[in-house]
Protein backbone atom coordinates (compact mmCIF):
# COMPACT_ATOMS: atom_id res chain seq x y z
CA UNK A 1 0.00 0.00 0.00
CA UNK A 2 3.04 2.40 1.01
CA UNK A 3 4.90 1.33 -2.17
CA UNK A 4 1.71 2.21 -4.45
CA UNK A 5 1.04 5.35 -2.90
CA UNK A 6 4.60 6.26 -3.11
CA UNK A 7 4.77 5.56 -6.64
CA UNK A 8 1.44 7.43 -7.44
CA UNK A 9 3.43 10.31 -5.93
CA UNK A 10 5.80 11.11 -9.19
CA UNK A 11 3.04 10.36 -11.29
CA UNK A 12 1.00 12.88 -9.77
CA UNK A 13 3.58 15.50 -9.73
CA UNK A 14 4.63 14.95 -13.56
CA UNK A 15 0.79 15.59 -14.41
CA UNK A 16 0.53 18.78 -12.57
CA UNK A 17 3.73 19.91 -13.94
CA UNK A 18 2.51 18.66 -17.63
CA UNK A 19 -0.87 20.72 -16.81
CA UNK A 20 1.27 23.72 -15.85
CA UNK A 21 3.70 23.67 -18.83
CA UNK A 22 0.10 23.87 -20.37
CA UNK A 23 -1.61 26.48 -18.90
CA UNK A 24 0.43 29.71 -19.63
CA UNK A 25 0.32 28.62 -23.67
CA UNK A 26 -3.29 28.29 -23.57
CA UNK A 27 -3.99 31.60 -21.49
CA UNK A 28 -1.62 33.22 -24.49
CA UNK A 29 -3.99 31.74 -27.00
CA UNK A 30 -7.07 32.82 -25.26
CA UNK A 31 -5.52 35.97 -24.77
CA UNK A 32 -5.14 36.10 -28.72
CA UNK A 33 -8.93 34.83 -29.69
CA UNK A 34 -10.68 37.92 -27.18
CA UNK A 35 -9.33 40.49 -28.39
CA UNK A 36 -11.43 40.95 -31.81
CA UNK A 37 -14.41 41.14 -28.73
CA UNK A 38 -12.61 44.65 -27.64
CA UNK A 39 -11.48 48.11 -28.78
CA UNK A 40 -14.27 50.23 -30.50
CA UNK A 41 -15.21 50.82 -33.89
CA UNK A 42 -12.38 53.69 -34.39
CA UNK A 43 -9.41 51.78 -32.92
CA UNK A 44 -10.54 47.93 -33.83
CA UNK A 45 -8.57 48.20 -36.72
CA UNK A 46 -5.78 49.58 -35.61
CA UNK A 47 -5.48 46.79 -32.39
CA UNK A 48 -6.20 43.92 -35.14
CA UNK A 49 -3.20 45.08 -37.54
CA UNK A 50 -1.22 45.75 -34.34
CA UNK A 51 -2.02 42.19 -33.16
CA UNK A 52 -1.98 40.44 -36.11
CA UNK A 53 1.99 41.50 -36.83
CA UNK A 54 2.51 40.79 -33.25
CA UNK A 55 0.99 36.80 -34.13
CA UNK A 56 3.17 36.90 -37.82
CA UNK A 57 6.53 37.83 -35.83
CA UNK A 58 5.52 35.66 -32.81
CA UNK A 59 6.10 32.53 -35.39
CA UNK A 60 8.91 33.81 -36.94
CA UNK A 61 10.01 34.08 -32.97
CA UNK A 62 9.49 30.33 -32.70
CA UNK A 63 11.04 29.20 -35.46
CA UNK A 64 14.34 30.71 -33.96
CA UNK A 65 13.91 29.58 -30.75
CA UNK A 66 13.82 26.10 -31.79
CA UNK A 67 17.45 26.21 -33.51
CA UNK A 68 18.36 28.48 -30.13
CA UNK A 69 16.68 26.88 -27.80
CA UNK A 70 16.54 23.40 -28.45
CA UNK A 71 19.51 23.15 -30.81
CA UNK A 72 21.94 25.71 -29.29
CA UNK A 73 22.48 27.13 -33.60
CA UNK A 74 21.92 31.08 -33.60
CA UNK A 75 21.42 31.94 -36.78
CA UNK A 76 21.36 36.05 -37.52
CA UNK A 77 19.82 35.10 -40.96
CA UNK A 78 16.56 33.96 -39.73
CA UNK A 79 14.93 37.11 -41.11
CA UNK A 80 15.87 35.75 -45.24
CA UNK A 81 13.25 33.37 -44.82
CA UNK A 82 10.36 35.59 -43.71
CA UNK A 83 11.26 37.70 -47.11
CA UNK A 84 11.49 34.91 -48.86
CA UNK A 85 7.68 33.93 -47.80
CA UNK A 86 7.04 37.63 -48.29
CA UNK A 87 8.73 37.86 -51.95
CA UNK A 88 6.93 34.35 -52.94
CA UNK A 89 2.86 36.69 -52.50
CA UNK A 90 4.62 39.66 -53.98
CA UNK A 91 6.36 38.56 -57.46
CA UNK A 92 3.00 36.01 -57.71
CA UNK A 93 1.20 38.71 -57.32
CA UNK A 94 2.63 41.02 -60.34
CA UNK A 95 2.25 38.63 -62.51
CA UNK A 96 -1.41 37.93 -61.58
CA UNK A 97 -1.49 34.66 -59.26
CA UNK A 98 -3.24 36.01 -56.31
CA UNK A 99 -4.71 32.48 -54.73
CA UNK A 100 -3.25 31.51 -50.91
CA UNK A 101 -3.29 27.87 -52.61
CA UNK A 102 -0.35 28.79 -54.82
CA UNK A 103 1.05 31.41 -53.19
CA UNK A 104 1.45 29.63 -49.28
CA UNK A 105 3.13 26.28 -50.90
CA UNK A 106 5.57 28.93 -53.11
CA UNK A 107 6.62 30.45 -49.89
CA UNK A 108 7.39 27.48 -47.77
CA UNK A 109 8.99 25.80 -50.50
CA UNK A 110 11.11 28.98 -51.24
CA UNK A 111 11.81 29.45 -47.76
CA UNK A 112 12.61 25.55 -47.30
CA UNK A 113 15.27 25.56 -50.56
CA UNK A 114 17.39 28.17 -49.56
CA UNK A 115 17.25 27.23 -45.56
CA UNK A 116 18.34 23.51 -47.34
CA UNK A 117 21.08 25.24 -49.50
CA UNK A 118 22.72 27.25 -46.90
CA UNK A 119 22.13 24.97 -44.11
CA UNK A 120 24.21 22.33 -46.22
CA UNK A 121 27.26 24.60 -45.79
CA UNK A 122 26.10 26.80 -42.46
CA UNK A 123 26.00 23.70 -40.55
CA UNK A 124 29.40 22.44 -40.98
CA UNK A 125 30.63 25.69 -38.63
CA UNK A 126 30.11 26.14 -35.33
CA UNK A 127 29.77 28.88 -32.85
CA UNK A 128 30.64 32.14 -33.74
CA UNK A 129 31.43 30.89 -37.53
CA UNK A 130 27.84 29.59 -37.63
CA UNK A 131 26.99 33.32 -36.38
CA UNK A 132 28.98 34.96 -39.22
CA UNK A 133 27.77 32.91 -41.88
CA UNK A 134 24.45 32.80 -41.26
CA UNK A 135 24.59 36.47 -41.08
CA UNK A 136 26.29 36.81 -44.70
CA UNK A 137 23.88 34.25 -45.94
CA UNK A 138 20.97 36.53 -44.76
CA UNK A 139 22.86 39.57 -46.11
CA UNK A 140 22.86 38.43 -49.73
CA UNK A 141 19.18 37.51 -49.96
CA UNK A 142 19.10 40.94 -48.73
CA UNK A 143 21.38 42.59 -51.62
CA UNK A 144 19.76 40.19 -53.97
CA UNK A 145 16.10 41.58 -53.16
CA UNK A 146 17.58 45.07 -53.69
CA UNK A 147 18.59 44.47 -57.16
CA UNK A 148 14.99 42.91 -57.94
CA UNK A 149 14.37 45.95 -60.24
CA UNK A 150 11.12 44.61 -61.79
CA UNK A 151 10.05 44.01 -58.14
CA UNK A 152 10.68 47.53 -56.62
CA UNK A 153 14.14 47.10 -55.84
CA UNK A 154 15.02 48.98 -52.34
CA UNK A 155 11.70 50.60 -52.91
CA UNK A 156 9.89 47.89 -52.15
CA UNK A 157 6.94 46.32 -54.00
CA UNK A 158 3.10 47.13 -53.03
CA UNK A 159 0.62 44.40 -54.00
CA UNK A 160 -2.54 45.23 -55.22
CA UNK A 161 -4.88 42.86 -53.22
CA UNK A 162 -4.48 39.88 -50.26
CA UNK A 163 -4.65 36.73 -51.69
CA UNK A 164 -7.56 34.94 -52.15
CA UNK A 165 -8.47 31.49 -50.90
CA UNK A 166 -10.27 29.25 -54.10
CA UNK A 167 -10.92 32.75 -55.58
CA UNK A 168 -12.73 34.03 -52.31
CA UNK A 169 -11.89 36.91 -50.47
CA UNK A 170 -11.31 36.03 -47.31
CA UNK A 171 -8.21 37.58 -46.46
CA UNK A 172 -9.21 40.75 -47.09
CA UNK A 173 -11.45 41.01 -43.90
CA UNK A 174 -8.73 42.25 -40.82
CA UNK A 175 -10.73 39.89 -38.97
CA UNK A 176 -10.45 36.73 -40.55
CA UNK A 177 -7.00 37.50 -41.74
CA UNK A 178 -6.98 38.02 -37.87
CA UNK A 179 -8.12 34.15 -36.99
CA UNK A 180 -6.09 32.57 -39.89
CA UNK A 181 -3.07 34.06 -38.61
CA UNK A 182 -4.18 32.88 -35.00
CA UNK A 183 -4.90 29.28 -35.98
CA UNK A 184 -1.02 29.45 -38.21
CA UNK A 185 0.35 30.46 -34.77
CA UNK A 186 -1.11 27.31 -32.44
CA UNK A 187 -0.49 25.13 -35.50
CA UNK A 188 3.16 26.27 -35.50
CA UNK A 189 3.12 26.06 -31.95
CA UNK A 190 1.80 22.16 -31.52
CA UNK A 191 4.33 21.63 -34.16
CA UNK A 192 7.24 22.78 -32.69
CA UNK A 193 6.25 21.26 -29.34
CA UNK A 194 5.38 17.89 -31.05
CA UNK A 195 8.91 18.10 -32.37
CA UNK A 196 10.81 18.79 -29.43
CA UNK A 197 8.73 15.88 -27.74
CA UNK A 198 9.68 13.58 -30.52
CA UNK A 199 12.19 11.01 -30.77
CA UNK A 200 13.81 13.36 -33.03
CA UNK A 201 13.30 16.43 -30.81
CA UNK A 202 15.37 14.50 -27.88
CA UNK A 203 18.41 13.78 -30.47
CA UNK A 204 18.52 17.42 -31.56
CA UNK A 205 18.88 18.78 -28.36
CA UNK A 206 21.10 15.75 -27.53
CA UNK A 207 23.19 17.39 -30.30
CA UNK A 208 23.14 20.75 -28.32
CA UNK A 209 24.65 19.22 -25.46
CA UNK A 210 26.97 17.29 -26.35
CA UNK A 211 27.33 16.25 -30.37
CA UNK A 212 30.55 14.32 -30.26
CA UNK A 213 28.62 11.79 -27.98
CA UNK A 214 25.70 12.03 -29.74
CA UNK A 215 27.36 11.10 -32.91
CA UNK A 216 29.65 8.20 -31.00
CA UNK A 217 26.46 6.33 -30.39
CA UNK A 218 25.04 6.07 -33.68
CA UNK A 219 23.61 9.49 -34.83
CA UNK A 220 23.95 11.84 -37.73
CA UNK A 221 24.31 14.91 -35.68
CA UNK A 222 24.70 16.81 -38.95
CA UNK A 223 21.08 15.72 -40.82
CA UNK A 224 18.82 16.03 -37.44
CA UNK A 225 20.42 19.51 -37.54
CA UNK A 226 19.54 20.26 -41.41
CA UNK A 227 16.35 18.58 -41.04
CA UNK A 228 15.43 21.39 -37.55
CA UNK A 229 17.05 24.18 -39.54
CA UNK A 230 14.70 23.41 -42.81
CA UNK A 231 11.81 22.81 -40.25
CA UNK A 232 12.60 26.23 -38.67
CA UNK A 233 13.27 27.85 -42.09
CA UNK A 234 9.58 26.76 -43.44
CA UNK A 235 8.00 28.70 -40.23
CA UNK A 236 9.77 31.69 -41.00
CA UNK A 237 8.61 31.69 -44.37
CA UNK A 238 4.71 31.08 -43.20
CA UNK A 239 5.22 33.86 -41.27
CA UNK A 240 6.23 36.10 -44.58
CA UNK A 241 3.96 35.14 -46.20
CA UNK A 242 1.28 36.22 -43.86
CA UNK A 243 3.60 39.89 -43.19
CA UNK A 244 2.72 40.50 -47.07
CA UNK A 245 -0.82 39.99 -46.62
CA UNK A 246 -1.22 41.72 -43.60
CA UNK A 247 1.09 44.74 -45.06
CA UNK A 248 0.31 44.03 -48.73
CA UNK A 249 3.59 45.14 -49.13
CA UNK A 250 7.08 43.60 -49.27
CA UNK A 251 10.44 45.47 -48.47
CA UNK A 252 14.46 44.19 -48.80
CA UNK A 253 14.23 45.40 -45.26
CA UNK A 254 12.37 42.08 -44.62
CA UNK A 255 15.34 40.35 -45.00
CA UNK A 256 17.61 42.87 -42.88
CA UNK A 257 20.31 41.71 -40.77
CA UNK A 258 18.69 44.03 -37.89
CA UNK A 259 15.20 42.57 -38.56
CA UNK A 260 17.25 38.93 -37.53
CA UNK A 261 18.50 40.87 -34.34
CA UNK A 262 15.06 41.94 -33.75
CA UNK A 263 14.03 38.29 -33.64
CA UNK A 264 16.62 36.96 -31.68
CA UNK A 265 15.87 39.80 -28.99
CA UNK A 266 12.51 38.36 -29.15
CA UNK A 267 13.55 34.68 -28.82
CA UNK A 268 15.87 36.00 -25.28
CA UNK A 269 13.41 39.10 -23.77
CA UNK A 270 10.34 36.19 -23.82
CA UNK A 271 12.77 32.92 -22.57
CA UNK A 272 14.86 30.91 -24.65
CA UNK A 273 14.26 27.18 -25.05
CA UNK A 274 10.15 28.05 -23.56
CA UNK A 275 8.24 28.20 -27.14
CA UNK A 276 5.68 29.93 -25.85
CA UNK A 277 8.38 32.18 -24.49
CA UNK A 278 8.68 33.34 -28.13
CA UNK A 279 5.56 34.23 -28.44
CA UNK A 280 5.41 36.71 -25.14
CA UNK A 281 9.08 38.23 -26.10
CA UNK A 282 7.23 39.17 -30.00
CA UNK A 283 4.43 40.33 -28.30
CA UNK A 284 6.62 42.88 -25.51
CA UNK A 285 9.27 44.08 -28.11
CA UNK A 286 6.37 44.90 -30.69
CA UNK A 287 3.68 46.23 -28.24
CA UNK A 288 6.91 48.20 -26.09
CA UNK A 289 8.13 49.61 -30.20
CA UNK A 290 4.73 50.62 -30.96
CA UNK A 291 3.51 52.56 -27.57
CA UNK A 292 7.13 53.71 -26.13
CA UNK A 293 7.84 56.54 -28.31
CA UNK A 294 4.09 57.59 -27.92
CA UNK A 295 4.48 57.48 -24.38
CA UNK A 296 7.71 59.67 -24.35
CA UNK A 297 5.74 62.27 -26.50
CA UNK A 298 2.55 62.54 -24.35
CA UNK A 299 5.07 62.43 -20.93
CA UNK A 300 6.66 65.27 -22.29
CA UNK A 301 3.42 67.21 -23.08
CA UNK A 302 2.15 66.67 -19.98
CA UNK A 303 5.06 67.95 -17.89
CA UNK A 304 5.12 70.96 -20.83
CA UNK A 305 8.81 69.76 -21.70
CA UNK A 306 9.25 70.53 -25.01
CA UNK A 307 12.60 68.59 -24.65
CA UNK A 308 11.01 65.11 -23.82
CA UNK A 309 8.86 65.70 -26.88
CA UNK A 310 11.36 65.79 -29.60
CA UNK A 311 13.65 62.92 -27.37
CA UNK A 312 10.26 60.54 -28.76
CA UNK A 313 12.06 59.79 -31.88
CA UNK A 314 15.06 58.62 -30.01
CA UNK A 315 12.80 56.33 -28.15
CA UNK A 316 15.68 53.29 -28.44
CA UNK A 317 17.99 54.92 -26.82
CA UNK A 318 15.37 54.19 -24.15
CA UNK A 319 14.66 51.02 -24.90
CA UNK A 320 17.99 49.77 -25.21
CA UNK A 321 18.79 50.35 -21.84
CA UNK A 322 15.75 48.34 -20.66
CA UNK A 323 16.51 45.12 -22.59
CA UNK A 324 19.90 45.32 -21.25
CA UNK A 325 18.46 45.03 -18.17
CA UNK A 326 16.51 42.12 -19.04
CA UNK A 327 19.06 40.11 -20.32
CA UNK A 328 21.52 40.89 -16.79
CA UNK A 329 18.81 40.84 -14.22
CA UNK A 330 15.85 38.41 -15.30
CA UNK A 331 16.84 35.07 -15.70
CA UNK A 332 14.91 32.99 -18.27
CA UNK A 333 13.25 36.26 -19.59
CA UNK A 334 9.65 37.40 -19.22
CA UNK A 335 8.97 33.98 -18.75
CA UNK A 336 11.57 33.06 -16.24
CA UNK A 337 10.47 36.10 -13.81
CA UNK A 338 6.68 34.94 -14.24
CA UNK A 339 7.80 31.78 -12.84
CA UNK A 340 9.88 32.77 -10.23
CA UNK A 341 7.22 35.23 -8.88
CA UNK A 342 4.44 32.60 -9.20
CA UNK A 343 6.95 30.37 -7.49
CA UNK A 344 7.24 32.45 -4.22
CA UNK A 345 3.68 33.18 -3.94
CA UNK A 346 2.83 29.48 -4.30
CA UNK A 347 5.63 28.91 -1.48
CA UNK A 348 3.81 32.08 0.75
Known amino acids: MVESVAAAAPERGLSRARRADWTLPLLIFVAFAAVPLFGGAASGSYILSLVTRVMVFAIAALALDLLVGFGALVSFGHAAFMGLGAYAVGILAAHGIGDALVALPVALAAAML ?88 RVFRGARENPVRMAAIGFEVYRYQLVGYVLAGGLGGLSGFLLANATEFVSPAYMSWQRSGELIIMVILG ?18 SEWLPEGIYQLGALLQIRSVSDFAEHWKIVFGPLLVLVVLFARGGLIGVGRRILGRSGHE
Open 114 to 201: FAWVTGIVCLRTRGVYFIMITLAFGQMAYFTASSLAPYGGDDGLTIAARNTIFGFEVLRDDRALYFVTLACLVGAYLLCRAVVGSRFG
Open 271 to 288: GIGTLHGAIVGAAAFILV
